[in-house]
């Protein structure tokens, strides 16, 4: 129940008693002082909302901490609004959520939230690559900056001097992972628009490179080149775990032993380690078993298979094929990656089942209605075309350059 005692003065805001329930002092223009039974008090503005139309209460602060003439500034300021058809109470929710996104709303926090779920979606390697990108390129200019006040002509700026030094690559994942970013921004409510969209448009297109790879015919050269090389026993085991197996280079340098089920003859690869984020089960042929055997005493008592040099309780780098390539004189001629084009190639010459080739190099259907329905992996399909695929590198093998030992396999022609 409001109490009003003639003229307010601040001496009588100060001398106000609490009593036993809650009473408010009524100062005029809506303006009134709560006091509680605890002793507090505080300043609030009562108005008829513009909005809805009906009665409504802002709180101010408390007193003395905001002071009465303070209080009465404040209240008709808030006047001023309502003459405008302004709630006072919107504009504060307003002003806070600004606020928000000036402090909260960083460039490199809403990154984060983004890649939080990106990584879920990705390889571990490829993750850290999209991080480290933005941490080198990004973040040292944008980190702090409210992501609603970051423009396409800022970002462009930003990513001329990367273009300059011809790194176009480059710029195309950035482009790509801004706008990633901005989308994730705009589908959480934080800002209303991306406006990087079709930023590439505005930088040079890099040519598209396909992975270097040799003919079906020079796999003869290739094991021959293996065999002879002056590398390590676990760097040429590897090259051929990864022919034999047609993995990625870090699916193949990964590899654990528990991943091993000998028993059905499987290596299954969890979802996590694959590009897809879906499991695949490689069927073991008995030349990959070989492998096995020739690497046991190596890294058998050990978590990965094929152990880095310098911390054997961590795998090789997925990067020691590729180095090991460059070394037998295949640079600009085959990369790791390179080598399940040979088998893909290979393969579909001798007329093996199209989704069975694409289901042994793990890739996933682009029709996504198609993809849906079929759910099988080819398992016991695959375990005939990777037996076959093992013999004819081991025929190209010429014998005695592969790394199982076997002689006497003519040449396929």
Known sequence: MAKTTGRITDTKLKNAKPQEGEYTISV?????????PNGTKSWRTTYTSPETGKRAKLSLGTYPALSFSKAKQLNFEHRQLLAEGIDPRTKKAQEKEQQKALTEHTFINIASEWFKLKKTQVTQNYADDIWRSLERNIFPTLAQTPISQITAPMVIELLRPIEAKGSLETIKRLSQRMNEIMGYAVNAGIIHANPLTNIKAVFQRPEKKH?????????????QAIANANIKKTTRCLLEWQLHTITRPAEASNARWDELDLENEVWVIPAERM?????????????????????????????FIFPSDKDPKKPCNSQTANAALK??????????HGMRSIASTTL???????????????????????????????LERRRKVMCWWSEHIEKASRGSYSVTGTVNIKLVV
């Open 275 to 303: 590009k897809k984020r879906k499991e695949h089960r490689v069927p073991l042929t008995p030349q990959m078993l070989d492998i096995l055997e020739v690497i046991k005493p190596i890294s058998g008592h050990r978590e």
């Open 211 to 223: 992975m270097k790879a040799i003919t079906p015919q020079e796999l003869p050269e290739l094991m």
């Open 348 to 378: 579909n010459e001798q007329g093996f089942d199209y989704d069975v080739i694409e289901t042994c190099l793990a890739h996933v259907d682009k029709n996504q209605v198609r993809s849906a329905y079929n759910r099988t992996d080819y």
């Open 327 to 336: 070394r037998m004189g295949y640079g600009g001629r085959l990369v790791s």
């Open 28 to 36: 005029g223009d809506g303006l009134q002082l709560r006091v509680l």
